[in-house]
């Protein structure tokens, strides 16, 4: 598949989560709005990258934050930025994007930005994890689990409230143990002591709670 059908393709995926956003129960309409605009707006940022105007850099940073790693991810698959450079920046793109964490193309992204930085991938912390287990929350609408999860359970909280779209909406809280080693990365620039980690190293997760809009 050359790069012109691969954008191509992209572009209709684009066009499938927009309708996905709009989708969500409940969701304001200012929500629904602020997420079709980040990924609108990829278009005119790509054309200020292909004309030259900006570089790759700067690009990324111009791309509304629930768009933004799709955009990178996007270049990255047709070959037009090496993974070296993603996986160099991908600490902080992470922390300043509002990603799908259920994608299975951007968990694959952190397992392999693991691997090439020697087998472990902390990214941005002040508190390096010290244990050999520790204790993880999450907090999400109904769905499949993603991969990113929290130390500090009061971030769950939040999440299971409606933080990842912005607005109050019903969710679960939950909590699960996983081995130090099977982390992939841990941020805690943004107050949310995140930790990054396939969900299917997280072992005995329960649910712990159970918040409705109403809350």
């Given at each position: 598949?050359?790069?012109?059908?691969?954008?191509e393709?992209?572009?209709e995926?684009?066009?499938?989560y927009?309708?996905r956003?709009?989708?969500?129960?409940?969701?304001?309409?200012?929500?629904?709005?602020?997420?079709a605009?980040?990924?609108a707006?990829?278009?005119?940022?790509?054309?200020l990258?292909?004309?030259?105007?900006?570089?790759f850099?700067?690009?990324q940073?111009?791309?509304g934050?629930?768009?933004?790693?799709?955009w990178?991810?996007?270049h990255?698959?047709?070959?037009e930025?090496?993974?070296?450079?993603?996986?160099?920046?991908?600490?902080?793109?992470?922390?300043f994007?509002d990603?799908?964490?259920?994608?299975p193309?951007?968990?694959?992204?952190?397992k392999?930005?693991?691997?090439?930085?020697g087998g472990?991938?902390?990214?941005?912390?002040?508190k390096?994890?010290?244990?050999?287990?520790?204790?993880l929350?999450?907090g999400?609408?109904?769905?499949?689990?993603?991969?990113?999860?929290?130390?500090?359970?009061?971030?769950?909280?939040?999440?299971?409230?409606g933080?990842?779209v912005r607005c109050?909406?019903?969710g679960?809280?939950?909590t699960?143990e996983?081995?130090?080693?099977d982390?992939?990365?841990?941020m805690?620039?943004?107050?949310?002591?995140?930790i990054?980690?396939?969900?299917?190293?997280v072992?005995?997760?329960v649910?712990?709670?159970?918040?409705l809009?109403?809350e």
């Amino acid at each position: 598949m050359n790069k012109a059908a691969m954008l191509e393709k992209h572009q209709e995926r684009f066009a499938k989560y927009l309708e996905r956003f709009q989708a969500i129960p409940d969701l304001p309409f200012i929500t629904a709005t602020v997420m079709a605009s980040d990924y609108a707006g990829m278009q005119s940022v790509e054309e200020l990258y292909r004309s030259g105007e900006v570089d790759f850099h700067t690009a990324q940073g111009l791309v509304g934050s629930y768009a933004r790693l799709e955009w990178v991810h996007l270049h990255l698959s047709v070959g037009e930025v090496e993974e070296s450079v993603v996986f160099e920046m991908l600490p902080e793109l992470w922390a300043f994007s509002d990603p799908d964490d259920t994608r299975p193309e951007f968990l694959s992204l952190w397992k392999r930005a693991k691997e090439w930085n020697g087998g472990i991938l902390y990214g941005k912390t002040t508190k390096p994890l010290m244990v050999d287990k520790i204790r993880l929350y999450r907090g999400q609408m109904p769905g499949e689990f993603g991969f990113a999860w929290s130390l500090d359970m009061d971030v769950a909280q939040r999440f299971a409230r409606g933080a990842g779209v912005r607005c109050p909406q019903p969710g679960t809280l939950y909590t699960g143990e996983a081995n130090t080693k099977d982390v992939l990365g841990h941020m805690t620039e943004r107050g949310e002591a995140e930790i990054i980690i396939d969900p299917e190293h997280v072992y005995n997760r329960v649910s712990i709670g159970t918040y409705l809009r109403k809350e």
